[in-house]
């Protein structure tokens, strides 16, 4: 069974190759469609709507806002209205992110503002997955990293803490502390779901962690599994997000057989 994902570009987002490369990876078809161009997109043929990161009308939240603005407007509001409403998956990294906490599609009283170091954050974090969270994005993941690149990534609110699937956390655990928490989140949330755990707002970066040679460290990960007997993984940890995003898509029967 065949799951398609569409992906969105245009107007600063720049992450759309590293997206699609997830999704064929996780054995997927994807189509990148630009912004000017998706209201002549037939949404009933995708499973799965990707909006990526990237710095989409600029690095500040009210790039989100903007963005959330245009996929709003009629008629294109009312397909992803019909999207999610027949628990399709959505998908926002970074800039998308903040894109879906805009359209109101993640858990109300609930925002991203500016980093609390006041500076723009670039480098890897340490994750910890939340196995009470509904999210299909995260199912089955403990601990991970995956590189931030952000102005404006602070969770802010009060979620419940079951819709908080990933937490920043240092050698103890989840963290209020910069910079294992590179942005003062509340929670140490480092992404949203809803209830349903079908839209899925993510800060870190996984399209930047599909192989593990994209690590900074990855030699010396080698050379440890070396000494160690144990095989050196092919995988970055960001590939985990594609193929439960696929495989939730087959399992609750939105893919179809053919085109």
Known sequence: MIVRALILTGHGINCTREMAQGFRLAEAESRVCHLNDLAEVALDDFQVLVLPGGFSFGDHLG????????????????????????????WGVCNGFQTLVQMGLLPSGCTLAPNASGRFECR???LKGNPASPCLFTKGMDGLELPVRHGEG????TPAPELVPLQYCDGQGPTQTYPDNPNGSVMAGAALCNETGRIFGLMPHPEAFLRSTQHPEWTRHRE????????????????????????????????????
Do not use: D, H, M, Y
């Open 63 to 90: 790039s989100g806002r903007a963005l959330a603005r245009r996929l709003r407007r009629a008629p294109l509001g009312q397909a992803i209205e019909r999207f999610v409403g027949e628990g399709k998956l959505v």
């Open 124 to 126: 890897w974090v340490r």
């Open 154 to 157: 602070q969770l802010i609110g």
């Open 224 to 259: 440890l599994t070396r000494r160690f007997g144990a095989p050196f993984p092919r995988e970055g940890s960001g590939l985990a997000f594609f193929r439960n995003a696929v495989t939730a898509a087959q399992e609750i029967g939105l893919c179809t057989t053919g085109r």
